[in-house]
């Protein structure tokens, strides 16, 4: 299954798995390098610039969110996304609401949460053409997890009891699929913004010639800009 035509969907269904962004209960990790309310000016641009970059791309747009309200959805893209609340329980539960309740429509879904909006269209379109090929399909995280995972079978509740956030979190994942007799496949590996290291790295990227996070991730590269820029001001402005 080669890419599809300039304009065409790609043959399936997307989900994105975001939490609404509200200051000190997301990025979280890079609070202290970051005061709470720039961790999440981080949190809200990468969510809008992955709800606007897959708006209208895929044959079907779900957000499911967690939080107490749902996000606000730029009006640009607002009109192709389905809203709804992510069920309560562990990613393992979120993770099959979003794979199961798609393929009641279309025959593969992909799922994605807002942690790496700059992960190249080459990833997206190699995880659905392994599809042809594999029941579910990953982009490796450099952490252990991954990025992405697609699928062609709803998967129930094979992940429960998978350890979530953690250096074996793919390869657990992946024994618990083999163990339901389901194949699986990884295509490659990128990176989660988590810390204000992988700001930097984001930074550094879209100075190369060739770098997609202009086109990709605009609004994070921007705030992202804006928060190391002033940070460093303060750090300078410290010294002796």
């Known amino acids: 299954m080669g890419e599809p035509a300039e304009g065409a969907p790609r043959p399936a269904a997307i989900a994105v798995l975001a939490k609404t962004p509200v200051v000190g209960r997301v990025k979280t990790r890079m609070i202290g390098a970051l005061s709470p309310a720039g961790a999440a ?45 992510q069920p309560g329980g562990g990613l393992d539960v979120r993770i099959a ?18 942690d790496s909006p700059d992960m190249p269209d ?10 042809d090929r594999a029941d ?10 991954f990025t992405l995972v697609g699928s062609r079978v ?4 094979v992940l429960s009891g998978v350890q979530w956030s953690a250096e074996t ?12 007799g389901l194949r699986s496949e990884v295509v490659g590996r ?9 700001l930097h790295r984001l930074w550094i990227h879209s100075a190369a010639p060739d770098a997609g996070a202009h086109r990709l991730a605009p609004r994070t590269l921007e705030r992202a800009r804006e928060l190391l820029s002033a940070r460093d001001r303060d750090c300078d402005g410290d010294d002796p």
């Open 190 to 198: 990128w990176y989660d913004l988590d810390t204000v290291a992988d």
């Open 169 to 180: 979190t793919l390869q657990e994942t992946r024994a618990r699929l083999d163990d339901a």
């Open 41 to 85: 000016a981080i949190h809200a641009a990468t969510l809008d610039d992955v709800l606007e970059r897959h708006a209208r791309a895929w044959l079907t747009h779900t957000l499911w969110w967690d939080g107490d309200a749902a996000p606000r959805v730029e009006p640009g893209s607002a009109g192709a996304w389905t809203l709804l609340r």
């Open 97 to 114: 609401a979003a794979i199961d309740t798609g393929l009641c429509s279309v025959r593969r879904v992909v799922v994605i949460g807002s």
């Open 154 to 157: 709803p998967i129930g509740a």
């Open 136 to 145: 579910l399909s990953f982009v490796a995280a450099e952490d252990g997890g």
């Open 122 to 131: 080459a990833l997206f379109a190699a995880a659905v053409e392994a599809l």
